[in-house]
């Protein structure tokens, strides 16, 4: 599980910024967009320092501790705040009923379905395959609102499929738990 939730991670700051960052610039700005997150850098940085076995000082390592620590309640405030316009913003061209429709169906079935056969492919079994199958249904991830605000990409509608592919999960979820 952490192998998938990491993998999705790295795709989300890279893939996922280039894609938000293309809506408004060029491929090379898009490309250098990705390069300008801290999340590149920490990246390399905390596989360096997983090679090297090295030890941050340990008043750094608290600072550090705390920052990530922080970051689930500051992404959950930008929602919020992002929640709050989503209602005026739904006769608006930000927030269409295809591009929320689309978004609903790729979080909650397509990416299931894909995840489904690809690991029949891998020929992946048991409660691996479980676990992975039960996390690619999970709900769209806060983070991508906080990446559409920065690019402006749709952030009211992005808002809107988390919202909404939150609530969907306490059904989907439990349904596939005991499909499963």
Known sequence: ???????????????GVYLAARSHFSAVKAIRSVFTLPS???????VLFRVTDF????????????LSAA?????????????????EAGTSLSVTRRGFWSG??????????VAWGLLAILSIKGTLFSVILILSAMPAAVNAVIL???????????????LWTTLASFIVLPAMIGFL
């Open 148 to 162: 559409a605000e920065e690019y402006d990409a749709a952030p009211k509608l992005v808002s809107r499929c988390i």
């Open 40 to 46: 590149v850098y920490a990246a390399a940085f905390a």
């Open 104 to 113: 609903m169906a790729m979080r909650m079935l397509i990416g299931p379905l």
């Open 71 to 87: 970051y689930a309640p500051l992404a959950l405030v930008i929602l919020g705040a992002q929640m709050v316009g989503v209602r």
């Open 1 to 15: 599980a952490s192998v998938y939730v990491i993998v999705q991670i790295i795709i989300m700051n890279t893939l």
């Open 55 to 66: 030890q941050l000082p340990q008043g750094l390592e608290t600072g550090v501790s705390m």
